[in-house]
């Protein structure tokens, strides 16, 4: 019963990611989430109160995704805090590989789940300030015990941040789309200079 439960649910947010990316969240009903997801509305009630929880959930899913693949990316490796480089391109590109594996899912995390809603917002910033709390913890090991970042941490953080969205929004419009690596290798020195080392 569980298992059925889960599997509805992923039906759900996998049906939503795709036509909420294919033809955007304002032009997409509930009845077309659970028509695209082979459910019915009375199972979608049984998982989400409305249209925007399972946007919500989706955008929640994109995230975890792409936090989970920066983590085994760096799984096993040794940063090197002469040259953070080679650790950074690997972070950035197993997070924007993630997430611009399917463009619905980019178009889902960075375009259509702006300006939705007061709640929505709210909830973008709770995540955007998860991730400076990442970039910030993870500093040190990049720089050296001592490291910092550049300024104040959560505009530093902030504006990296701000930078992969706008790269990101600009990639989905691109026709022809550009390789991930492309917007990897224009973050990679951004991220790299907001790392200040102690002097030694």
């Not at 929880?53 to 085994?72: H, M």
């Not at 530093?156 to 706008?166: D, E, F, Y």
């Amino acid at each position: 019963m569980t298992e059925r439960k889960a599997e509805r649910r992923q039906r759900f947010l996998d049906a939503a990611i795709h036509i909420f990316g294919e033809r955007g969240y304002a032009n997409c009903s509930l009845a077309d989430v659970c028509a695209a997801a082979g459910l019915s509305k009375r199972q979608f009630y049984e998982e989400f109160q409305t249209r925007e929880d399972v946007l919500v959930a989706a955008y929640d899913q994109i995230q975890n995704d792409a936090g989970t693949a920066l983590a085994t990316a760096l799984q096993g490796t040794e940063p090197d805090p002469a040259d953070p480089t080679a650790t950074v391109t690997r972070a950035l590109a197993a997070f924007l590989g993630s997430i611009g594996s399917d463009p619905y899912r980019a178009k889902v995390a960075f375009v259509e789940v702006v300006g939705v809603s007061e709640r929505m917002e709210k909830h973008r910033r709770e995540r955007r300030h998860a991730w400076i709390e990442i970039i910030r913890l993870a500093v040190p090991p990049l720089g050296g015990a001592n490291a910092t970042i550049l300024g104040n941490p959560e505009l530093a953080a902030s504006a990296l941040i701000g930078a992969i969205n706008g790269l990101a929004h600009e990639w989905l419009l691109s026709d022809p789309r550009p390789p991930v690596s492309d917007l990897v290798e224009v973050l990679v020195p951004m991220a790299v200079s907001l790392i200040v080392r102690a002097p030694a």
